[in-house]
T-cell receptor
């Protein structure tokens, strides 16, 4: 069975500083990995995904994520945080094609960017 | 950009009553989903739907729950004989395809409060 861990409930960063939101996963075979963002009273919005190829994936709003197979990690990063980036971030993993395609979501990490 | 829309935004119901949550997926999407998010907890998969039938369902999706696509646009979740623990945010999502590498597009959710 696949699983996702987001080890930090909350990440605090000052505006203008780089940010990292951590995610590790467990799945049989090569994973499909996703990051979603949830703003207050809104649904989840897709940020980026890793399917195959370049380990560094670029997504919406200046976010990027690095796939590390040896460490089974897919950390979300941004070089310079904005106050408007404050939100709840969810990592998700889907199994490779064949069988279930339903993603498993992590518990979420609250990102707080201070002015 | 097309969106998934959900109604109502907030539903308050007496315990034991039936509720129907409504969703209009993105028009060219073929796969539909319901998720649940209990306050402060992670997003949990309930059910997926394709070609007018359930594709997958989780352990949460027991006989109390049912889904329907009554016409070409709406996708509904019915909860019979509601319980206090059914109080949660319910998110509808849709995707173009059903393979693991397709991102899902989420609505803003219905907050269900059982009294």
């Amino acid at each position: 069975a696949q699983s996702v861990a987001q080890p930090e409930d909350q990440v605090n960063v000052a505006e203008g500083n780089p940010l990292t939101v951590k995610c590790t996963y467990s799945v049989s075979g090569n994973p499909y990995l996703f990051w979603y963002v949830q703003y207050p009273n809104r649904g989840l919005q897709f940020l980026l995904k890793y399917i195959t190829g370049d380990n560094l994936v670029k997504g919406s709003y200046g976010f990027e994520a690095e796939f590390n197979k040896s460490q089974t990690s897919f950390h979300l990063k941004k070089p310079s945080a904005l106050v408007s980036d404050s939100a709840l971030y969810f990592c998700a993993v889907s199994p490779p094609s064949g069988g279930s395609y339903i993603p498993t979501f992590g518990r979420g990490t609250s990102l707080i960017v201070h002015p | 950009e097309p969106e998934v829309t959900q109604t109502p935004s907030h539903q308050v119901t007496q315990m034991g009553q039936e509720v129907i949550l409504r969703c209009v997926p993105i028009s060219n999407h073929l796969y539909f989903y319901w998720y649940r998010q209990i306050l402060g907890q992670k997003v949990e998969f309930l059910v997926s739907f394709y070609n007018n039938e359930i594709s997958e369902k989780s352990e949460i999706f027991d006989d109390q729950f049912s889904v329907e696509r009554p016409d070409g646009s709406n996708f509904t979740l019915k909860i019979r004989s509601t319980k206090l623990e059914d109080s949660a945010m319910y998110f509808c999502a849709s995707s173009v395809g059903g393979v693991s590498n397709q991102p899902q597009h989420f609505g803003d959710g219905t907050r269900l409060s059982i009294l």
